[in-house]
């Protein structure tokens, strides 16, 4: 997430936004932000009503607490999913040069 924050004036300038979703309370996620120096919108979830409409709710997490399994969605003006990336370790993401191949590649393969 750090690699997102670091290069969001890329993600601008390709009209992408950088969104993140967590299941922790909204407190807590501010907190994390606020530490992270995360400036991209971050929401909470505490619910897990979004996280569980995209099944990614995975029991067992610090203290046996539910948390989000670790996904990143490219999704278009729509809400369509283009491209899912799921991994089981909440340590592994992603990074921001990796998710602009697979738009190169969602861009190049749409083009007629």
Request: glycine share 8%; charged share 30%.
């Amino acid at each position: 997430m750090r690699s997102y924050q670091q290069n969001l004036d890329k993600f601008a300038a390709r009209g992408v936004s950088v969104v993140a979703v967590s299941v922790d309370a909204v407190d807590v996620t501010r907190k994390h932000c606020e530490k992270q120096g995360f400036t991209f919108t971050f929401l909470s979830d505490a619910k897990a009503e979004v996280i569980r409409r995209y099944d990614l709710l995975h029991a067992g997490g610090f203290g046996g607490a539910d948390i989000a399994r670790p996904a990143e969605f490219l999704l278009d003006a729509n809400g369509k999913v283009l491209w899912l990336n799921l991994t089981e370790d909440y340590k592994v993401r992603s990074k921001a040069d990796e998710i602009f191949k697979v738009m190169d590649g969602l861009a190049a393969s749409s083009k007629p």
